[in-house]
Nanobody, 126 residues
Framework: HVQLVESGGGLVQAGGSLRLSCAPS????????VGWFRQVPGKERECVAA??????????ADSVKGRFTISRDSADAKNTVHLQMTGLKPEDTAVYYC?????????????????WGQGTQVTVSS
C-alpha cells in the first residue's frame, strides 16, 4: 500500500495563488503517474491536472488551463508532485485530492488511479 501525503491547502482571496504538494510516505514517486482531483459536495470528483511518471507529459481540465501547473520535483528524493494554482477563483473552492498509479499512463479518469491522499481544503474567497 502507498500512502500519499498532501499539503498546501488553505484560504486565499480571489486572484491569489496556492501550491499543493503530494508525496508518498516512505518511497519515491518516480515510477508513478499522478493526478490532482477536486470535489465539492454534491458533485462528482473531477481531475484538474495529471502528469506522467517522467514529468514530460501533463494534462489539464479546460477550467484550469493557463492558471494551474502540475510538476514533478526531480531534485527531491521523493519526486514530489506540485500543483501550482494561480489566478484562483471562488469556483476553485473544493477539497483537492492527490492520486497515483504505479507504472500507469497519464490519465484524467479517477478509475485509473489506485492510491489516494486524504484531501486538502482549498477555499477561495470573493
Amino acid at each position: 500500500h502507498v500512502q500519499l501525503v498532501e499539503s498546501g491547502g488553505g484560504l486565499v482571496q480571489a486572484g491569489g495563488s496556492l501550491r499543493l504538494s503530494c508525496a508518498p510516505s516512505g518511497r519515491s514517486f518516480s515510477t508513478f503517474a499522478v493526478g490532482w482531483f477536486r470535489q465539492v459536495p454534491g458533485k462528482e470528483r473531477e481531475c484538474v491536472a495529471a502528469i506522467n511518471w517522467s514529468g514530460i507529459t501533463s494534462a489539464y481540465a479546460d477550467s484550469v488551463k493557463g492558471r494551474f501547473t502540475i510538476s514533478r520535483d526531480s531534485a527531491d528524493a521523493k519526486n514530489t508532485v506540485h500543483l501550482q494554482m494561480t489566478g484562483l477563483k471562488p469556483e476553485d473552492t473544493a477539497v483537492y485530492y492527490c492520486a497515483a498509479i504505479q507504472y500507469g499512463d497519464i490519465s484524467m479518469n479517477s478509475r485509473d488511479y489506485r492510491y489516494w491522499g486524504q484531501g486538502t481544503q482549498v477555499t477561495v474567497s470573493s
